[in-house]
């Protein structure tokens, strides 16, 4: 199983970025896809995740300005990040499973800077 994450980058404060991880190597979609965090000293959290039939769930700290879609046909989620904040500076990770994370992509650098 490969995860592959990109969209990151460099950012203003109140800026916008789209990421994302498309999944391959495997015969059957997975029912769980999320994205994680970590930034630099701190644990790995969850961002946001969403299952094969569209359920969401996101962290307190992104609802009204993160948004998680899918795309199933594509094997691809994606993170529409909006009015980013300096604490939202982190490796942003891409994960799988048949129920909660399991399979991990490489991290994708979000650098929110005024």
């Known amino acids: 199983v490969q995860l592959q994450a990109s969209g990151g980058g460099l950012v203003q404060i109140g800026g916008f970025l789209r990421l994302s991880c498309v999944a391959s190597?495997?015969?059957?979609?997975?029912?769980?896809m999320g994205w994680y965090r970590q930034a630099p000293g701190k644990q790995r959290e969850l961002v946001a995740s969403?299952?094969?039939?569209?359920?969401?769930n996101y962290a307190d700290f992104v609802k009204g300005r993160f948004t998680i879609s899918r795309d199933n046909a594509k094997n691809t989620i994606y993170l529409q990040m909006n009015s980013l904040k300096p604490e939202d500076t982190a490796a942003y990770y891409c994960?799988?499973?048949?129920?909660?994370?399991?399979?991990w992509g490489k991290g994708t650098l979000v650098t929110v800077s005024s």
């Open positions: 994960t799988a499973g048949s129920a909660g994370p399991r399979d």
């Open positions: 190597g495997f015969s059957s979609g997975f029912a769980y």
């Open positions: 969403i299952t094969r039939r569209g359920i969401t």
